[in-house]
């Protein structure tokens, strides 16, 4: 079943469908944020994620990139030790690690998003290669979810959806591929 059948009217689905899912952005705090949430995602269902989010908000500084970026380890020891995040020492490590190649992409393009846009457009097997290379965590399910979620790839709502055609008038950047 799709998720534009099961997420209306649930009360943690519902809004990331109707507000988020799909939508493009260009926010490097919420392109990160979606990256961290995805990898931590792996191996359990996306309602846990939602669940924990504001949690995942208070212990990684609210996905800032340059505080993630300077953890040290007595970070890392507390993120390990919180009860209310997924407690995982190699998607712990992969945020952090992750934050720092975020600064590094920022300093040679601009911004996270204008890394996404210089290799945009790409196709699914294309982008996962790329993430494997830059980032750490990240495979096939990982990779396409947060492109999907984020807008550079299409698929996240069904046509049908009416959320589908709000997306479409934002332009996502799938939606600027197909039509150049």
């Known amino acids: 079943m799709s998720y534009c059948k099961i997420a209306p009217g649930h009360p943690l689905?519902?809004?990331?469908?109707?507000r988020e899912?799909?939508?493009?952005?260009?926010?490097?705090?919420?392109?990160?944020?979606?990256?961290?949430?995805?990898?931590?995602?792996?191996?359990?269902?996306?309602?846990t994620i939602l669940k924990k989010r504001e949690s995942f908000r208070a212990a990684f500084d609210n996905f800032?990139?340059?505080?993630?970026?300077?953890?040290?380890?007595?970070?890392r020891a507390?993120?390990?030790?919180?009860?209310?995040?997924i407690r995982n020492r190699l998607k712990i490590d992969a945020a952090i690690e992750n934050a720092r190649r975020v600064v590094e992409l920022r300093r040679e393009h601009g911004s996270f998003a204008g890394w996404?846009?210089?290799?945009h457009?790409?196709?699914?097997?294309?982008?996962?290669?790329?993430?494997?290379?830059?980032f750490l965590f990240t495979g096939g399910e990982i990779t396409g979810e947060?492109?999907?979620?984020?807008?550079?790839?299409?698929g996240a709502h069904e046509e049908s959806?009416?959320?589908?055609?709000?997306?479409?008038?934002?332009?996502?950047?799938?939606?600027?591929?197909?039509?150049?």
């Not at 689905?13 to 109707?18: E, I, L, M, R, V």
């Open 161 to 180: 959806c009416p959320i589908f055609r709000k997306i479409v008038r934002m332009r996502p950047p799938w939606a600027r591929a197909t039509s150049e």
């Open 78 to 85: 507390r993120l390990l030790a919180d009860q209310s995040i």
């Open 121 to 134: 457009p790409m196709d699914k097997p294309e982008w996962v290669k790329l993430f494997k290379r830059t």
């Open 21 to 47: 899912y799909g939508f493009p952005t260009r926010d490097e705090r919420a392109l990160f944020e979606r990256l961290v949430l995805e990898i931590n995602q792996a191996g359990l269902s996306w309602l």
């Open 146 to 154: 947060f492109l999907l979620s984020t807008g550079y790839l299409p």
């Open 116 to 119: 996404l846009d210089l290799h």
């Open 13 to 18: 689905h519902g809004p990331y469908h109707d």
């Open 64 to 75: 800032e990139v340059d505080k993630i970026a300077r953890y040290g380890e007595r970070q």
